[in-house]
Structure formats: structure tokens, C-alpha cells
């Protein structure tokens, strides 16, 4: 966490400061020598006794003071976190990635989705003013990362991406755009969707699927990842050496190719623009600049977690201490704000202790004018802050109430830009705390949403403070963390022992949480096992590696040509296959890459 929100005006105004109270000491001291050649030691140290030299010193040190602390304020001191809206996004962009079988081919080396995680994350770069999803997608399509403005989160999970990682076995374009389609439908603005595929299809109905999204608005840009003339799939072992060659029900090897007639129409169709990968940063260029010629409108953006700006802390101080050095004179008689008038200018010199007095007396006048003033201004202060502070909560008070209509409505994004409005002035209401959490909630941000929650809980209402922590666990149940889900909820327990909902949750949670410790200590206990056994195989010399290479190769280029062969020699008899299928779209076809 840095300590300024602008560390380079903190340094530029640390550095002037320190320059002005350097040459201000120096000043003084030129002032003070030539002062003592002047007047003499004596003299100039009977004089410093004076209190108007004190109340000069006192003056200058507030001055400083006053100086000090706004220079503080402008650089922007910030603790704390707070929830903030992120204004004029371009739009949303989901990036569709498929993680089948198929996408670990090495035509591209060093295979297909290797070359897709280099290139999301150039597109992450490129794309900071726009609030991206990642989806992930085979037999079917699961969301890896909500819509959020996150660079580093987005970057996480693209790194987590791996081919056959989904339990879902195949290519289901279909049900890819769907996924998309629904991430992207409770948002405003343009929608925009990326989809990183070899182009292969298993789905039975990507037809009826594109109409749908040409109807919701959803431009579909489309990026073929492979080569046409296609590639084997290896089968390989836990240490990465190959086994064989993926193989269909019927016993032929498969050869994996770049379908982009598929992706020509599905971009074609709903507006968008098909692009052949060649290397990440170039893809990436062309997809940006394509999207940017699209006419986007503005949208708002919600929950970027952002430290609080602290400035009012170091103001108050600096505004006080120019009040204090404007009260603070160096003669009591030399401003004329306090000064009386004199009725006669012809008065008899009084004596030294009568000159004392009236001193005193015209000081004690002074005090009771400033004392009147003040009991007569007050109330009108206070007056004008019972009316501020009533305004304030009246207004947060409309902006909350809209933004329980939209919610009502589920009109999610607009319900969660009022209440961050309605938080920007009362940031500590735990009811229009907790109404941004569901909202956030809603908007699949769990993230933020349980951040909302917590801010929540620490309402003085019981009943308030309990359906947070719920919703809170609820929040870090939905991105996987069930350890913090786990406790959450055993706070809601603890809190109302009648709490059914949450005893079932926590239970939930506690039964993920030893699943994930299972799959865990199976992972450590494969790590462990030695990947070879064979300790003659360890012995081999280079020469029999490059020839076993050198037949692993003329293998693959041999099971392709007999592939060819077979294609162009059973043309006929393959359209007439596909012509006699039964009706059954939904059964597994054994397409399993």
C-alpha cells in the first residue's frame, strides 16, 4: 500500500518544504547577526524577552505548520479500502477460451492452448478500459472469471487454464456462446465476446444458438487457433512422454483441424470479425482495433476496491492552524479588528499603573465584543449544520430508495450505481451496505460483494449484523473459498442457533473443504512416486533417442496419409452415414476432444 495517492507531488512538496524552512533559519540568523552588530547583545536579547517576539516565533511555527499539513492533503493520503465506481468503460468483453483435447495439438507449438494463454494475456493488457469475463469451455462451457476491471485477477486465472482440465468432455461451441451470452446480459452497453477455438463443433445446435445471440446484441469476434491440414492429438503419460495417438469409437486416429468456416459464419452472423492467430501481440493489436471501430457507449463500472483518500485529515489541521495564527498577534493593539475607538484625543497621560489598567480594561472590552459576536453567530452555525446534515441524509436516503426500485425491477447495474452514490454520502449505512452486497451479488462479483457484506456486519441491528455474515459466506462460497465460507458461517450459527440455512451451508462448506484436502494429499502422493522405475531406460544414449523421435515422427506422418486416403476414398459412403443418423441430438456421440 503506498501512503499517497500522488508519491511524486509528496516528494516535490517534502523537498519545497524542506528548501523553505532551510532558507527561512538562515534568514533569521542573517537577521539576527546584523541585528547584534546594530544594536548590541545586550539589547537584542532584552528585546527577544518581549512577547510580541515570542508571538512572531509562535506565528511563523503555525505558518509552517499550516503549510505542511495542506501539502500533506494535496498529495493524497489513503488507508483503509473502500468500494468505488469505475467510470467511462468502453464496455464488456467475455473471452471465450477452449480447453478440449483438441487444443493441445502442436501445430503451433508449443501446443494450441499454450499459444491462447499468451495471447489472453496480451488481450488483457490491451483491453484496461473494459470489464472482461474469462470462460472456459469443452463438452460444456464454466465461468473462470466474472466481469471485473481486475488486470491481476484476469491474468490468475488465464494462467490456471489447461487442455483437458473441465470435466465435460468435447467441443460444445453452443453452449460456449450461451455461457457468454448470460454473463454478459445484466450489464449495460456494448457486449462483446472472444472466442479462442481450433473451430471444431460437437453441438448439435449452433445454428439456432447464433440467431440468439445476433438477437441479444452479442458481437462475436473469433479467433481460429491451429493449421487447416490439421494434427494429431498425443495421448502421453504423468511425465509427458508420449503413449500414442487419440483415436474415435470407431478405432481411426484423429486428426485435429482448424475449422474456420465455422468461425467465419459465427462472426459473420452476428457482426463481428474472424482473425487467424499468428503470434500474441499481433492478435491481439487486430482484435483491439477491430472492437475499437464498433460504436461503444459508455458504461459504468462498480466494486473497484480502492484505499480510502484521507485528505480531510490533514486540511482540518492546516485550516487550523491558520485560524490560530491569525488570532494569534504579535500586538494586542495592532489590529484594528479589536481595536476601540478613542473618544478624545486630548486625554491627560495617566500614570504607568493607570496605563496597566486601561490596558486591561480595553483588552477585557475586546473579548467581551469577540464573546457576543461568537453567542450571536452560533446559532446560526449550528443552524446551517443541522440543515447540511439533513439535506445529506435526505438525499443518500432518495438515492437508496431508487436503487431498491431497480433492484426490484432486477435491474441490477443501475441498483448497484445508486447505492454507490447513496455510500459516497453516508459510506458507513449498513442497510445501504448491505443492499450493494446483493446487488453485487447478483452481478456475479463475489468478490466485492462479500467485502460489502463484512462492511455490513458491523451494523448495531442484530438482525442486520446475522443476514450479512450470511450473505457473506454465501459470497466466498461462490468463488471456491470454503475455508472462509466455513467460518462465516459458523459466525451466522453462532449468532442465531435456529439458523437452518446456514447450519446446511456450513456444512456444505466443511464438505468441499475435505474434498479439496483429498484431492490434495492424492496430488502430493503422485508427486512423490518416481515417474520411471526402470532404471535400464535411464541408460539409453542420444543415438536412440534421435531414432525413436525419427520413427515417433514417420508414424504420424503415416497415420495421417492413410487418414487422407480414407477421406477421399469413403466420401460417398460418410454423407450417406450422416444422412441415415437417428434423431437422437442429445446422446453422447463419443466425440471426446
Not at 159 to 170: H, T
Amino acid at each position: 500500500m503506498e501512503l499517497f495517492k500522488y508519491p511524486v507531488m509528496a516528494i516535490w512538496f517534502a523537498a519545497a518544504f524542506a528548501a523553505m524552512v532551510f532558507l527561512r533559519v538562515k534568514a533569521e540568523k542573517a537577521a539576527s547577526a546584523i541585528a547584534e552588530r546594530v544594536l548590541g547583545k545586550k539589547t537584542l536579547q532584552r528585546l527577544s524577552l518581549q512577547k510580541g517576539w515570542a508571538r512572531k516565533k509562535a506565528r511563523n511555527t503555525l505558518m509552517l505548520t499550516a503549510l505542511f499539513f495542506a501539502a500533506a492533503a494535496a498529495s493524497g493520503p489513503q488507508w483503509g479500502k473502500e468500494l468505488t465506481q469505475v467510470t467511462d468503460l468502453n464496455g464488456n468483453l467475455v473471452v471465450t477460451v477452449d480447453t478440449s483435447l483438441s487444443m493441445s495439438a502442436k501445430d503451433l507449438k508449443p501446443s494450441r492452448l499454450e499459444n491462447a494463454k499468451l495471447m489472453l494475456g496480451a488481450l488483457a493488457d490491451k483491453f484496461p478500459d473494459y470489464r472482461v469475463g474469462v470462460v472456459a469451455f469443452a463438452g460444456r462451457a464454466y465461468v473462470q472469471c466474472p466481469l471485473t476491471t481486475d488486470l491481476d485477477a484476469i491474468k490468475y486465472f488465464i494462467s490456471s487454464l489447461a487442455p483437458d482440465m473441465l470435466p465435460s468432455k468435447g467441443t460444445d461451441l453452443s453452449d460456449a456462446i450461451e455461457t457468454s451470452g448470460r454473463m454478459l446480459q445484466n450489464y449495460t452497453g456494448q457486449k462483446v465476446m472472444v472466442l479462442i477455438t481450433d473451430g471444431e463443433n460437437h453441438s448439435k445446435n449452433l445454428d439456432q444458438t447464433i440467431k440468439d445471440a445476433a438477437a441479444m446484441g452479442l458481437r462475436i469476434f473469433t479467433i481460429g487457433i491451429g493449421k487447416p491440414e490439421g494434427e494429431l492429438i498425443a495421448e502421453t503419460d504423468a511425465g509427458g512422454a508420449t503413449l500414442g495417438y487419440k483415436k474415435d469409437p470407431s478405432g481411426k486416429t484423429v486428426v485435429t483441424k482448424l475449422d474456420e468456416r465455422t468461425l467465419l459464419e459465427i462472426a459473420s452472423r452476428t457482426g463481428g470479425a474472424y482473425l487467424r492467430y499468428s503470434d500474441p501481440d499481433a492478435a491481439g493489436e487486430e482484435l483491439r482495433s477491430a472492437i475499437s471501430r464498433l460504436s461503444l457507449s459508455k458504461t459504468k463500472g462498480f466494486g473497484r476496491s480502492t484505499y480510502k483518500n484521507r485528505y480531510q485529515w490533514p486540511l482540518t489541521l492546516a485550516l487550523l492552524a491558520l485560524l490560530l495564527e491569525l488570532l494569534l498577534m504579535e500586538n494586542p493593539e495592532a489590529t484594528g479588528l479589536l481595536r476601540l475607538p478613542i473618544a478624545s484625543q486630548d486625554r491627560v497621560p495617566s500614570k504607568p499603573w493607570g496605563r496597566w489598567t486601561d490596558r486591561a480594561a480595553a483588552l477585557s472590552l475586546r473579548f467581551s465584543k469577540w464573546f457576543n459576536f461568537l453567542k450571536k453567530a452560533a446559532p446560526v452555525f449550528l443552524a446551517a449544520i443541522a440543515i447540511s446534515q439533513t439535506l445529506w441524509a435526505s438525499e443518500a436516503k432518495t438515492l437508496a430508495g431508487k436503487g431498491n426500485s431497480a433492484y426490484n425491477k432486477k435491474d441490477y447495474p443501475n441498483a448497484h450505481e445508486y447505492y454507490s452514490r447513496a455510500l459516497a454520502l453516508e459510506p458507513e449505512n449498513s442497510k445501504i451496505l448491505f443492499n450493494s452486497g446483493d446487488a453485487l451479488y447478483r452481478l456475479e462479483d463475489y468478490s466485492h460483494a462479500a467485502e460489502a457484506f463484512n462492511a455490513a456486519a458491523a451494523a448495531k441491528a442484530p438482525a442486520l449484523a446475522r443476514k450479512a455474515r450470511y450473505n457473506e459466506g454465501n459470497a466466498y462460497f461462490m468463488q471456491g473459498d470454503y475455508r472462509k465460507a466455513a467460518d462465516t458461517y459458523r459466525v451466522a450459527v453462532l449468532s442465531d442457533q435456529k439458523d437452518d440455512n446456514a447450519k446446511f451451508n456450513l456444512q456444505r462448506a466443511l464438505e468441499r473443504l475435505q474434498e479439496n484436502k483429498k484431492n490434495q494429499q492424492q496430488k502430493d502422493k503422485q508427486k512423490q512416486n518416481p515417474k520411471n522405475n526402470d532404471k535400464k531406460k535411464e541408460g539409453q544414449d542420444k543415438e536412440k533417442k534421435r531414432k525413436d523421435e525419427a520413427k515417433e515422427q514417420a508414424d504420424r506422418l503415416l497415420e495421417m496419409m492413410k487418414e487422407k486416403e480414407k477421406s477421399s476414398a469413403n466420401k460417398e459412403i460418410q454423407n450417406t452415414r450422416f444422412q441415415n443418423k437417428s434423431k437422437r441430438e442429445n446422446e453422447k456421440t463419443g466425440e471426446d476432444w
